[in-house]
């Protein structure tokens, strides 16, 4: 058995240990060591200087009540009813409504191949798995089916009364076969027999037939038909829709700009072409969504890469958690047979919708219809004044540290930089985190060359970032052919940190170059999420990450930590000091305060830790995204606590902390919700902001979404959330357009000709993902011809 090497506090008290053959993290307590320091000997570190933080003095006499928490399903399921109501509301475009009810749809799929799944696993097992809220997994099921049903009829409501009306208005419609005339009718049945016939298979269900395998998220024709004798039960067949063909078929219909049939419903029209002698008795869509969960035992499998592999074939296998079944005939005689085949429970998994299935497949309705009056504002995202043009990035970096904010600042940045160092003669060596980066990577392309340069380049790839397994796998072999030392991280954790460190020679020394990130190196998501990164050239940070990724590749821990925190290397400990700290300001008479911004908030610990700060007199002001466990406005233990949440253009992915610290104030940016997985199963950091300039604006960051009044819902004590009223007359302020306009300004400001230009920046975000990236590069070279 390997351990990390245990150190102890400045008192000589023990660290908690971790096990890396095990893979368990200790529990927050098991250990007295120094929170902020923990396995270091080491102390927090705010901008002015190193301050220890104190221990959490125990759990607060409110631990353990399940009346005190809310159901993390079923808030999840609250933070996707706030992106359906982004597609109910009239002022957001068009065009931009259709994308958040995709989005809706979308999520709901991931919802039930890992959430739901989890819940239905655990009720096979002989000790399931009960949450702080006290509900059983399957009351979960039972209490996620009926909220879920309510969703799905609200979104098809939606869609049919609202949606389809306006983008009717708007041109576009999706017919039925039988609305088109009969010419464009006889076009497309043409199609179909060419095109589409030769590719189906029936499959008739009978002893000498059993019931296929449907693979997940694919869309299926069920089929009734009489047999030759009434007296026998009717027959029933499956066709499935060929998922290499597009769902839309574009059609002519006198009057639209654009109109479309689905390719199920064309099949469904000529299903008599496939059961010539049978009398059909009824044709309906139906979808089946699997278990899509990697079950991994990293201890068992020797090559953690080819036990992936092996365990992404087997995926498909997964049981079914959900049947979706659309309009048409005969569903209801045969959909006690079809659960029965497939294994689900008729009264929880089944979903009659009124209307075509998976929503989120028909985006394309809309691609490449550049009007503007259905989109939201083009918007580019601005290149840094300090970057813009710079032939010496890295002394830039040496000078002063950079932050960038993104999507309101480019990306573009972080891929130079990368790319700079790969050609630069004086750079050495290369590390990097690679989490989710997207499959055409500027920076894996930079990193590649690096590698076959000579340069010591390392990538630790995190196989297991969930639905991009394949792909992480399929660039992780390409940089392993370039030479690039690739490792898989820890044993039994996911790498979730965003970390990029380059090791350059500079006069006869050596100096490091730093990027950390609360979001991931990819350039699409860049352009969608809202995250911060850091440069910097700091000395301490530079031993930091030398540390960490030592850790990572080496198993060795560092005997201190200068100045980030890390998970699961006392991590939650830090938290949670920090929190009983403000509560002893607070009795103290101190300034104390909290204000933090993440996109989950389900961690048992440290709500409890909120809950005893607010008791002792702490203001907490929290945006949590997504998932929040904890109850406010509960008198007499949360009544200073605030819980908003942004849903808006952009995806609210950024973690920041502030804590008021009885006037010393110290800010932290974080790879890290405040989540059990990511306190005791990932590798995370938290990052101390120093620069007193970049630490001020990372605080009116918090400031503006704390404070924002246009796109905000509240969250009530009873878990639901509601539109945040503000009194008649009150400015409004919405955050994210405020931070399009900040970033705007800076430019502005220092250069009064600037129109957003200069050497990395995008000219335009794609409104289609398949063709944006080649749009950038054509635009970029216009530009670059311009210039």
Known sequence: MVDLPSTTDASGAPDSGYDLDTAQAVRPGASSGDPAGARSGGTAAPASGPVSIPVASGPASIEGDPAHYLNRELSWLEFNARVLSEARAHEVPLFERLKFLSIFFSNLDEFFMVRVAGLQAQTLRTIAEVPPDGLTPNEQLVAISARVHALVDDAYQLWNADLIPALRRAGIVIVRPDELDPTELSALDDRFRTDIFPILTPIAIDPGHPFPH????????????????????????????????????????????????????????????????????????????????????????????????AELRRRDRGNAVRLEIGIGEGAGTSVQRLCRALKVDSSLAVYRVPGPLHIADLMGIVADDERREYRDEPFAPQVPP???????????????????????????????????????????????????????????????????????????????????????????????????????????????????????????????????????????????????????????????????????????????????????????????GMIAREAAHARAGRKAEIVAQMNALVDVDVIDALYAASQAGVDIKLAVRGICCLRPGIPGLSERIQVRAIIDRFLEHKRLFRFANGGNEEVYMSSADWMPRNFHRRVELMVPIIEPTIRARVEDMLSTATSDTAKTWELASDGSYHKLQVPPGTPVLRSQQRFVELARERVKLSDPLARGGGRFHILRVPTSALDGESRHRKAAKKKKGLS
């Open 214 to 309: 449907l693979r997940n998220k694919m869309i299926n024709l069920g089929i009734m038909f009489s047999r030759e004798h009434e007296a026998q039960e009717p027959g029933f067949a499956v066709i499935q829709v060929p998922p290499m063909l597009s769902r839309l078929m574009r059609v002519r219909v006198e009057g639209t700009m654009r109109a479309f049939v689905l390719l199920e419903d064309v099949i469904a029209r000529h299903v008599k072409d496939f059961f010539p002698s049978g009398r059909l008795r009824g044709t309906y869509p139906f979808r089946v969504t699997r278990n899509w969960d990697l079950e991994i035992d990293e201890e068992e499998g020797e090559d953690l890469l080819e036990t992936i592999q």
């Open 386 to 576: 300090v970057f813009r043009d710079v032939e010496d990035i890295f002394a830039v970096i040496r000078e002063q540290d950079v932050l960038l904010h993104h999507p309101y600042e480019s990306f573009d940045p972080i891929a130079e930089f990368v790319s700079r160092a790969a050609d630069d003669p004086n750079v050495l060596a290369i590390k990097q985190t690679l989490y989710r980066t997207g499959g055409d990577s500027p920076i894996l392309k930079a990193l590649a060359r690096a590698a076959e340069s000579g340069k010591q380049v390392t990538a630790i790839v995190e196989l297991k970032a969930r639905f991009d397994e394949a792909s992480n796998i399929q660039w992780a072999r390409m940089l392993e052919q370039s030479g690039v030392q690739v490792i898989y991280g820890l044993l039994g954790l996911k790498t979730h940190a965003k970390a990029l460190l380059v090791v350059r020679r500079e006069k006869d020394k050596l100096r490091r170059y730093v990027h950390l990130s609360t979001g991931n190196y990819n350039p699409q998501t860049a352009r969608l999420y809202t995250d911060i990164g850091l440069f910097t050239a700091n000395r301490e940070i530079g031993e930091d990450m030398t540390s960490l990724f030592n850790l990572l590749t080496g198993y060795s821990a560092p005997p201190k930590w200068n100045r980030l925190l890390v998970a699961p290397l006392g991590l939650h400990e830090a938290v949670l």
